[in-house]
């Protein structure tokens, strides 16, 4: 790697196939890879290597995640397994985790890119990039993954604490009943004190501010769009029935978009 970077200088990475469990190395899995339980040695030994990137077909993705961002290691994911829960999982390591890229395996073999979750992800994706570059790294980007085993999380952003649920947990979606919830997930983005993006599906987001519990949070204005050429482009100021009367930030399972909204507080 090396001596290619002396003719290419380009960041170079080895992806590893995870371990597998209850499988002996060798023969149920390749051993000698990149795996969590060797990392020091390659990192020691392969100066050279930028970043060790997981492939990730497990369901429990938190779990290998974490273990591949220890030691200042980027996360990036080259493969993954594509299922309902791929688009959420977008939202969830790129935010989280701040990482470099999620990639499903086989989205080539997607017919209509425009008309798949997947899709719809990679579109929000792309509009926020500038925001989430221009963030990257400071505390100001979080991201999270939910379903019917974890249908809520918390995050914190300065002197907020964001409660964030599958939308599923209101009770409004038909899907709500269902045994099994399509994951929901999303990015979320502080621009400002008060200001913030969320990009997503799925979810809902009620606030407390964490110094002043006696203080009330509310939601000052809430409006959809687009960035368009890198310009943000409101579509539509929403409203009372938008947000349950200033109660919550609300996107549906089925809706993919981006809301960019403000917080005020009160007694």
Not at 8 to 14: C, N, R, S
């Amino acid at each position: 790697m090396e001596s290619g970077k002396k003719i290419y200088p380009l960041p170079m990475f080895v992806n590893a196939a995870l371990n597998r469990p209850n499988r002996k190395p060798g023969k149920g899995y390749p051993s000698a890879g990149p795996l969590p339980h060797i990392m020091d040695i390659w990192i020691a030994g392969g100066p050279s290597i930028d970043f060790l990137a997981p492939d990730i077909y497990f369901p429990n993705i938190k779990h290998w995640c974490d273990l591949y961002t220890r030691q200042n290691n980027p996360l990036f994911i080259p493969e993954a397994g594509w299922d309902s829960s791929a688009s959420a999982k977008v939202f969830f390591t790129l935010g989280h985790y701040e990482s470099l890229g999620y990639s499903p395996f086989s989205i080539e073999s997607i017919t209509d890119p425009s008309e798949n979750d997947l899709g719809k992800a990679y579109d929000l994706v792309t509009q926020i990039t500038p925001l989430m570059t221009k963030y990257h790294g400071q505390g100001r980007i979080d991201g999270v993954l939910l379903d019917k085993e974890n249908q809520e999380t918390k995050l914190t952003f300065d002197q907020y604490e964001f409660t964030v649920k599958h939308s599923h947990t209101l009770g409004w979606e038909k899907e709500a009943g269902d045994e099994y919830w399509v994951p929901g997930g999303a990015i979320i983005i502080q621009t400002d004190d008060k200001e913030f993006f969320v990009a997503g599906s799925g979810i809902t987001i009620t606030f407390k501010k964490l110094d002043e519990p006696d203080i009330r949070v509310g939601i000052l204005k809430t409006d959809e769009g687009k960035f368009i050429d890198n310009n943000w482009k409101v579509i539509r100021h929403l409203n009372g029935d938008q947000t349950h009367q200033g109660r919550h930030i609300r996107i549906f399972r089925h809706s993919f978009a981006i809301q960019r909204f403000e917080l005020y507080e009160y007694k």
